[in-house]
């Protein structure tokens, strides 16, 4: 199984359960690897599904936490200018209906 989940993907049901419990973990640690490593700053937004197949977003920066570093998220036109394309993205991706704007997850330390 493990094999298929390398070549393929993940079943849905546990693409969204490590997604809930492991995805900002995970953004975070390469967020930090790239800074320590490479000296590179990122913002990284996400979409998933949740376990009852609602479409998710998320907002990941953690550049504050890095030397003197600022928030991309709280620096920039989020609401106005990147959400609406982040969202219309997100959508087409994932087949979404329109019901109206997915829940945002933002996170940041």
Known sequence: ?????????????IQAEIAKSKGTDMIEHFATEMFKTAGMRVCILSAWKDSQG?????????NEQFGDGESFIKTRDWDSIIMPEWVEYAGEQFDGEDDGEPPMVKSKK
């Open 54 to 62: 609602k479409l998710m977003l998320g907002g990941h920066d953690f």
């Open 1 to 13: 199984m493990a094999e298929r989940w390398n070549n393929e993907a993940a079943p849905p049901d």
